[in-house]
């Protein structure tokens, strides 16, 4: 059964600290590894999405990676601001499989105090 | 630009009254449409998805059911509601090229009492 398991569940850092967001999945072969954002009450927005061999990508603040051969991925948010606070969603792709294949991580509900 | 509409926002209904949850896309022609759940503390779950008017794809066997009437529109119904159909209920868009990334409402939040 095709999984995405993502760290920690929830994470408290102060306005201005790095962090970085884990995500393992055993999706195989798969064809694209996506990073949402999901504000409270509203829907999840994309970040990024890497296909199999790119091995990172950036969004501003937002830099995914993407290690194909232990199956991990990580999001790495640089010099928070209190607008991350917001739940992380790891989305894995099957080769061969549309929107409709997707798996979803639960997420990583993160909170940035000032 | 392209935009997708979802409502109500939020709505709370009784135990066995209907529903009725609408989504439409403006700015791109023949979307893939998609419905999602997402319960606490669980990933978003695919309930249903289109490609097409009339075409209507379910993953997971329920008392919903969803409709496409028109190109850029999308319904979600249930004609008696249970309480388990609690929860957060996105709509989304793609254009079906891979790789392309799904664009999503910002949901309805169901209570059903």
């Known amino acids: 059964k095709n999984q995405v398991e993502q760290s920690p569940q929830s994470l408290i850092i102060l306005e201005g600290k790095n962090c970085t967001l884990q995500?393992?999945?055993?999706?195989?072969?798969?064809?694209?590894l996506r990073w949402y954002k999901q504000d409270t009450g509203r829907g999840p927005v994309s970040l990024t999405i890497?296909?199999?061999?790119?091995n990172t990508k950036s969004n501003g603040r937002y830099t995914a990676t993407l290690d194909a051969d232990t199956k991990q991925s990580s999001l790495h948010i640089t010099a928070s601001q209190l607008s991350d606070s917001a739940s992380y969603i790891c989305v894995v792709c099957p080769r061969g499989g549309g929107a409709d294949g997707l798996t979803f991580g639960k997420g990583t509900h993160l909170i940035i105090q000032p | 630009s392209q935009t997708i509409h979802q409502w109500p926002a939020t709505l709370v209904q009784p135990v066995g009254s209907p529903l009725s949850l609408e989504c439409t896309v403006e700015?791109?022609?023949?979307?893939?449409l998609y419905w999602y759940r997402q319960a606490a503390g669980r990933g978003l779950q695919l309930l249903f998805y289109s490609v097409g008017i009339g075409q209507i794809s379910s993953e997971v066997p329920q008392n919903l059911s969803a409709s496409r009437p028109q190109d850029r529109q999308f319904i979600l119904s249930s004609k008696k509601l249970l309480l388990s159909d609690s929860g957060f209920y996105l709509c989304a868009w793609s254009t079906g090229v891979v790789n392309s990334p799904l664009h999503f409402g910002n949901g309805t939040r169901l209570t059903v009492t």
């Open positions: 995500c393992n999945y055993t999706v195989s072969p798969f064809s694209n």
């Open positions: 890497m296909t199999f061999s790119e």
């Open positions: 700015g791109t022609s023949n979307p893939n």
